[in-house]
């Protein structure tokens, strides 16, 4: 009987003395996870994950309260009666207030890859003619554009085409048959949506898909409180709702834009009737059935209108010992519409502290036409050059005359729909992640176009008086059904023994059935943070990449369908370093990254404005290496500036291309500069305030781009070897904030808003003339002449931004 009770006591001895499980996340304002929170109870304590997990093992049987703590967050408690054996929670924590604006860089906790983390919360500082993440992201090293009316990028050489794009990991598609930055309009991403900013380069891990150049990948927030915010400027405006409910269970977030390129539009060469009309209403709604059991939609519609009559231009060209004019006049019209819509069903299942899944599902379907019928005849005249004339720069005498005719009717409509399942495990160091996904894909594509070139009285190209050929002919009507399949897998662990160490290892398995191709594309990287005085951090990463043929790979320049193309592929490799230091007493970063890119079965193309045109053969083999740099920190106390600079070289050879020299012998051209070549890169973003007046800010973006390789129409890729004139630009800000809330030194009788703000803008500040692309004229001797496309000359805007 003693040895019974005795068991009885000590059982329940063993049963009161076992520890309290408690486990859950912690989030920022906007529901994204906090890494890095400390939680402790005496000395008993633990640390958030990168998602924002913890767990931590207290005591049983009694009221205890935790202290919670991070440096960008204001301290908390947490208090919690630890009857039971486990509880789970979901704890919100405040960010500190901050006294000025600002655009921070935050990668501190991503220093083991290649991701870069920029926190959004203040992107509407950034002086842009184009609102969005990607102004940002063209400010970082590695990443080129030149043209300040679209939101798309080339990274380290790679095309439009092979940029990934994720919001809340639903993958995003732009519309197929826009040809310039001025039908572009309005990106997909809303900035006042965005929670969350993560961007890679390159060497990126086997959870993102399957492109060869660039991840961005996009979080939009999950709202806390009712809010309106209300945006507007010279080129548009937009609101933003976001609504809670008392329960905390749903949410909303509702965005409505509306944007105009006509004042853009005014500052260019061509005189025209503009009527640029674009717009986009999005929504994120989620709904917490329980801590662990969320449900989201995330939905968009977009509807693109831009149409065009034109009537007259004028553009001088050329040197100073041969000035150039040409003039036109139009007659006819263009009018373009891209309509598209996507939905997304996102269900979320926190089946633990270290198990998270994922579903998701969703379609996107675009409708699109370009329809114009536009004349033009030209005149090419000659200026006047000698400085005492009294005709200096007027037209002396014509070099040619001429008129063209262009005329298009594109239709194409796509449905692609997406079903994937995601899942990540979590635990301490350690973490495994895999997923897979189903894409069904229908495109429907009727092309049309010709134009008509006619110099001197004579159809161009000239065999035979009584015969009119056309100077170029397309015609299509392709359809595609097809789905593909793909799947990763990927492990990553970290080990601290003096020095610090870690790796990240994956594969992904993607097939198409359009083609038949199977693709397994291993990836690595390692890290190393050496136990020296000077905070530094090393790391290597590498892999396979692949981009299958989405639907303009296939299609050559005449229009028609090669079904036997098959996926472009490459081997990354990129080093870099991280530096952190301490300069003026303040805290500053160093990022230096090398890579070598080998790219193999590469489809050559040519690049017009934003148009891509595929030469829809796997005949090229090519290479990509560079060096990029980037330094940011507080260059002023408080707000932190950047400053990037990339050098680069991108070549391919085609492998079937040759010409005969004058002896009959055949040469081979072997590696020429691709259309994104670009070889240099360097751009400032930089923020000041007067002193002792923080609400008073100035902000200046600065960007030099070396001019891209172009050669004329219907020319062979080694015969275009011309450089266009590099890209330089200048755009500055000034602010006033009358209101915020958050900073005490901001105080308003205003009480209903939280925030408001004026901003004057000045893009091209030193009045540059860029050149985007080019026009080619023709005389009867065949003769061409290149007449630059410019972009928008200096112009300024009002912002006005409020929040309530």
Request: glycine content about 6%; cysteine-free.
């Amino acid at each position: 009987m003693r040895f019974l009770f005795s068991i009885f006591f000590l059982a329940s001895f063993s049963l009161i003395a076992q520890d309290f499980n408690l486990s859950g996340r912690f989030l920022n304002s906007v529901g994204v996870g906090i890494e890095g929170v400390t939680i402790k109870y005496k000395k008993i304590g633990t640390v958030s994950n990168s998602d924002g997990y913890f767990d931590i093992k207290i005591p049983r049987n009694r009221q205890i309260t935790l202290v919670v703590s991070h440096i960008s967050f204001k301290p908390d408690t947490i208090n919690v009666n630890t009857l039971g054996k486990q509880k789970y929670i979901i704890k919100y924590l405040v960010e500190n207030q901050t006294t000025i604006p600002e655009i921070t860089l935050v990668e501190d906790d991503d220093r083991k890859n290649t991701i870069v983390k920029i926190n959004p919360k203040e992107l509407s500082v950034l002086t842009s003619t184009v609102d969005g993440v990607e102004s940002l992201i063209k400010t970082l090293p590695g990443v080129a554009s030149t043209n300040e009316m679209s939101s798309q990028y080339s990274v380290r050489g790679g095309n439009f085409d092979e940029n990934l794009v994720y919001v809340n990991d639903v993958e995003i598609y732009r519309p197929f048959l826009i040809r310039s930055g001025e039908q572009e309009g309005l990106s997909f991403i809303n900035p006042d949506m965005v929670a969350a900013i993560e961007f890679s380069a390159g060497g990126f891990e086997a959870r993102y898909g399957d492109k060869l150049s660039s991840v961005l990948d996009i979080t939009y927030k999950q709202p806390r409180k009712k809010s309106i915010t209300l945006r507007g400027s010279m080129l548009g405006g937009g609101v933003t709702l976001e609504n809670y409910s008392k329960n905390k269970r749903f949410s909303s977030l509702i965005g409505i834009r509306y944007r105009s390129n006509s004042y853009l539009l005014g500052s260019l060469d061509t005189d025209a009737d503009f009527t640029p009309d674009f717009t986009d209403m999005q929504t994120y709604i989620t709904y917490h059935f329980s801590p662990e059991i969320k449900i989201s939609l995330l939905g968009n519609y977009a509807r693109n209108r831009y149409n065009i009559i034109p009537q007259t231009r004028e553009t001088e060209f050329g040197t100073i010992n041969e000035a150039l004019k040409l003039t036109v006049y139009f007659d006819g019209q263009e009018q373009d519409s891209y309509e598209t819509g996507m939905g997304a069903l996102i269900t979320s299942f926190q089946v633990n502290p270290k198990l998270n899944l994922k579903w998701i599902s969703s379609v996107f379907h675009t409708e699109e036409q370009e329809f114009y019928d536009i004349n033009g005849e030209y005149w090419l005249g000659e200026l006047d050059n000698n400085l005492g004339s009294d005709n200096f720069g007027d037209v002396v005498f014509d070099r040619g005359i001429g008129a063209f005719l262009d005329h298009s009717r594109n239709q194409l409509r796509a449905t692609v729909h997406n079903y994937s399942h995601k899942a990540s495990w979590l635990e301490n160091d350690k973490s495994f992640q895999w997923g897979i996904k189903y894409q069904k894909e229908f495109i429907k594509d009727k092309l049309k176009e010709w134009s008509m070139i006619d110099s001197a009285f004579y159809s161009l190209p000239h065999q035979d008086s009584l015969q009119i050929l056309l100077n170029e002919s397309i015609t299509s009507d392709t359809t595609l059904n097809s789905y593909r399949f793909s799947s990763y897998f990927q492990h990553s662990n970290s080990f601290e023994r003096n020095q610090q160490f870690g790796y990240n290892s994956g594969i992904r398995l993607n097939y198409w059935s359009f083609n038949k191709e199977l693709l397994i594309t291993p990836r690595a990287s390692i890290w190393y943070k050496p136990n020296w005085q000077k905070d530094m951090l090393f790391r290597l990463s590498t892999g396979l990449y692949h981009q299958s043929p989405f639907y303009r790979e296939l299609r050559d320049l005449d229009g028609n369908i090669n079904l036997d193309v098959k996926a472009q592929k490459s081997v990354h490799v990129v080093f870099g370093n991280d530096f952190q230091f301490t300069w003026w007493d303040r805290p500053f970063k160093l990022v230096s990254e090398i890579y070598y890119k080998y790219l193999y079965d590469v489809v050559p193309y040519e690049l017009d404005n934003v148009r891509i045109r595929y030469y829809a053969h796997n005949n090229a083999k090519g290479y990509a290496t560079g060096l990029d740099l980037r330094l940011n920190g507080e260059f002023v106390p408080g707000v932190e500036s950047w400053a990037s600079l990339s050098v680069m070289s991108i070549k391919e050879d085609i492998l079937d291309d040759f010409y005969l020299d004058e002896g009959g012998n055949i040469i081979y051209p072997g590696y020429i500069a691709k259309p994104t070549d670009q070889r240099v890169n360097f751009s400032i973003f930089f923020q000041d305030y007067l002193p002792n007046l923080p609400t008073y800010t100035v902000n200046l973006s600065l960007v030099y781009g070396s001019g891209m390789p172009f050669g004329a129409p219907k020319s062979e890729r080694y015969q275009q070897n011309f450089r266009i004139p590099p890209y330089k630009r200048v755009d500055i800000g000034f602010s006033k904030v009358f209101i915020d809330k958050n900073n005490p030194q901001v105080i308003s009788k205003f009480k209903r808003f939280d925030y408001l703000s004026l901003s004057l803008e000045v893009f091209n500040l030193l009045q540059i003339r860029n050149t985007v692309s080019y026009i080619w004229v023709m005389d009867v001797y065949g003769t061409q002449y290149a007449v630059p496309n410019y972009l928008t000359s200096r112009l300024i805007n009002l912002k006005l931004v409020a929040k309530l």
